[in-house]
T-cell receptor
């Protein structure tokens, strides 16, 4: 069964304390892996798409990487405004292109 | 460029009623996907429409249906509402650009079933 697992469920960091969020997946065929940021009461905001193992993408303090089994979202020197829920999703190719989301990591960055 | 819009933003219904939610995608986007988000289950894929045709479907009962119009606007309908249908319903539109799929989400419609 296709599955996406994110860890940790919640993370509290001090401002400037770098860390990584994990997204592990077990799917029959990976079309792409997506990272989103979601603020309370809002829809997810697109961050990155990764398609092949070894691929990396960066945006400001965020860097996403992909291996054959998992993806990491590295947050360097986070600021309080980085506090949000970070969602990982995979697009699978089993028959039709379906999207499977993880349950997210709630990140809180303290000033 | 205007983002994805969803109406209404909030809705309260009672069990057994039906509800229709609307989504207007970003101009030029032809793919619209619908998701249900709950605290316990997270974001779950409902269905995707592309050029007025349902292209993908998640594992939801037939009470959940949708359609897409020629201008790419989409509607989602839930019939015979149940308490468990209370959730945030999100719509996302996509721009297929080569190998990169970029999904842009709307703010969602929060549905409460009493």
């Amino acid at each position: 069964e296709d599955q996406v697992t994110q860890s940790p469920e919640a993370l509290r960091l001090q401002e400037g304390e770098s860390s990584s969020l994990n997204c592990s997946y077990t799917v029959s065929g990976l079309r792409g892996l997506f990272w989103y940021r979601q603020d309370p009461g809002k829809g997810p905001e697109f961050l990155f798409t990764l398609y092949s193992a070894g691929e990396e993408k960066e945006k400001e303090r965020l860097k996403a990487t992909l291996t054959k089994k998992e993806s990491f979202l590295h947050i360097t020197a986070p600021k309080p405004e980085d506090s949000a829920t970070y969602l990982c999703a995979v697009q699978v190719t089993s028959g039709t292109y379906k999207y499977i989301f993880g349950t997210g990591t709630r990140l809180k960055v303290l000033a | 460029k205007a983002g994805v819009t969803q109406t209404p933003r909030y809705l309260i219904k009672t069990r057994g009623q039906q509800v229709t939610l609307s989504c207007s995608p970003i101009s030029g986007h032809r793919s619209v996907s619908w998701y249900q988000q709950t605290p316990g289950q997270g974001l779950q894929f409902l269905f995707e429409y592309f050029s007025e045709t349902q292209r993908n479907k998640g594992n939801f009962p037939g009470r959940f249906s949708g359609r897409q119009f020629s201008n790419s606007r989409s509607e989602m309908n839930v019939s015979t509402l149940e308490l468990g249908d209370s959730a945030l319903y999100l719509c996302a539109s996509s721009l297929w650009s080569g190998f990169q799929e970029t999904q842009y989400f709307g703010p969602g419609t929060r549905l409460l079933v009493l």
